[in-house]
């Protein structure tokens, strides 16, 4: 036992001077070395022979970087001049490291399989201009902490799972002019920051593979280029975010059919919570949230919307009907902005931002309200949806870049999109409270978690009081609803402090009570 226990501590003691020492060596046999100096924790990889450039050769995983402990300690790689590509398995693992420099001229190829898979630490690639051919499958996988990257103009494959559970991948720049043709099966699957790729800029891209897409839940939009042939099932599903795909560009006229939506297809839901803009010489396809082209415009047989799916709208459209589905109490008060013009809903009144007085907001009532604009509403009995039906043509409007009501440094602003909490105090919105007193959105405020979709919130100019109170009414000031009650759902009144803070037990000093000041000595 004893000789046993000294053989392991020798082996241990061996792998920890291994670690912490210079080493050097060749790959395969050839012409390529490799120097690790580990006070710089670098490791450069040089081209040793006579020719003008070298593809650097496979690595034997289980062989060439295993006998030393490289993988385990480089934090920097540096790519010699002449070295015109990666070759498979090249870094793969690299477990600490951080950075490559690649050469400024003379990388010419592309990346192989596996070459960075697994480096959880690489924060940033920049894979050189003159690049050309693929980037390899897993190329990049599962690399955690990669935040961006640029496509170069001779990349012509990005293959599959090559960025796959690219986690903090944010930002894909495609360069113009591309000569990308193909992104292949799960190639961005799991790039759960990724909020925008503009495909639309690889004017020779043909080839989607399945699962693309899949599971990027930051991704907000897609708009593909005409050139576009062919897209393999689930390349979008678990989009979460997805406002629009808009497929309008591509020429080739029998690209989406009715077999094309369901499970594993190409549109994996057969009810589209996100709009679809289908080539324009597609075939009519009558669903939900489907955009067809027909008789030189732009129709779809059914708009709907919800809280749970915003929309944005890039290009003007009919639809035959529209629905947006929210449930509302009896004798409410709410905020409502929809992209298509409302009709008059049985016991809802419409009311827009008109004035302001010190702290008090003045609303007067709207009778034809219009899409893209916010409102206040209230409600008389219980409405439990907007439907709204029409046998002609409703005209949907692209959704402008503001949505706001403005008087006096005040500003009613409309969303079709969540706002989180974190971008509301950035605004300093204020959001319509129980009691109808308008409530600041702060760090302390006890307000709700984010502002939903298809709602509305003021904004002041230059800020404002903590909170504001309103009148239903005229202009003149004629109030429609008075002494306005601030109540909790137990039938308790609610008190604040001068800064809109919420106040369980009130003590002596100045408070805001029922939308008024209110002094106790």
Not at 184 to 200: K, P, Q, T
Not at 381 to 390: E, L, N, Q, R
Request: one cysteine or more.
């Amino acid at each position: 036992m004893k000789t046993k226990f000294l053989l392991f501590l020798s082996a241990l003691m061996l792998t920890a001077t291994r670690a912490k020492a210079d080493d050097s060596g060749t790959i395969a046999g050839e012409d390529i070395a490799w120097n690790y100096v580990d006070a710089t924790k670098t490791l450069t990889i040089t081209y040793t022979g006579s020719a003008s450039s070298k593809a650097m050769p496979d690595i034997e995983y289980s062989k060439d970087w295993d006998k030393t402990t490289v993988r385990e300690v480089a934090e920097h790689v540096v790519i010699g001049d002449k070295i015109s590509s990666i070759g498979n398995n090249a870094f793969r693992g690299f477990q600490k490291l951080q950075d490559v420099t690649f050469p400024a001229t003379g990388f010419t190829g592309g990346f192989g399989s596996y070459c960075f898979y697994n480096c959880q630490c690489l924060t940033a690639i920049n894979i050189p201009s003159t690049a050309t051919g693929a980037i390899g499958w897993l190329a990049f996988n599962a690399c955690k902490a990669l935040t961006a990257v640029t496509i170069p103009v001779g990349i012509t494959t990005i293959d599959t799972d090559a960025f796959s559970s690219c986690t903090s991948l944010a930002t894909v720049t495609i360069s113009a002019g591309s000569a990308l043709t193909t992104i292949n099966s799960r190639a961005f699957r799991g790039c759960s920051a990724l909020a925008a790729i503009h495909l639309e800029d690889c004017a020779s891209l043909t080839t989607i593979g399945e699962d693309a897409f899949a599971y990027c839940t930051s991704l907000t939009s897609l708009t593909l280029p005409a050139s576009v042939t062919s897209i393999g099932g689930g390349w979008v599903y678990g989009c979460s975010a997805l406002l629009y795909v808009d497929m309008s560009a591509i020429t080739k006229t029998d690209l989406v059919s009715e077999s094309n939506f369901g499970s594993n297809k190409m549109f994996p839901y057969s009810a589209m919570y996100y709009l679809v803009y289908l080539p324009q010489g597609n075939a009519k396809i009558e669903r939900n949230n489907v955009v067809y082209y027909e008789e030189s415009k732009w129709k779809c047989s059914m708009f709907s919307a919800s809280d749970e799916h915003p929309v944005t709208v890039p290009r003007e459209f009919t639809a035959a009907r529209c629905n947006y589905y929210r449930s509302l109490g009896a004798d409410g008060t709410y905020t409502i902005c929809l992209p298509f013009n409302p009709t008059a809903e049985t016991g809802v009144t419409y009311y827009k931002l008109s004035g302001v007085s010190g702290s008090t907001l003045t609303f007067t009532e709207e009778a034809a309200p219009e899409p893209n604009k916010p409102y206040l509403i209230t409600t008389t009995g219980t409405v439990s949806s907007f439907d709204t039906w029409k046998v002609g043509a409703l005209v949907i409007p692209v959704t402008p870049a503001s949505m706001n009501t403005a008087v006096s440094g005040y500003k009613m602003v409309g969303t079709l999109r969540d706002i989180s909490r974190a971008d509301a105090i950035t605004l300093g919105a204020y959001i319509l409270q129980t009691g109808n007193i308008w409530q600041q959105m702060t760090d302390a405020a006890a307000a709700s978690s984010n502002i939903p979709s298809f709602r509305a919130y003021i904004v002041a100019d230059g800020g404002g009081a903590r909170s504001l109170d309103m009148n239903l009414g005229q202009d003149n000031g004629v109030t429609a609803v008075e002494n306005i009650r601030t109540i909790d759902r137990n039938g308790n009144e609610q008190w604040y402090d001068i800064n809109g803070r919420h106040i369980s037990n009130p003590t002596k000093g100045l408070y805001i009570k029922n939308g008024r000041k209110v002094i106790i000595k």
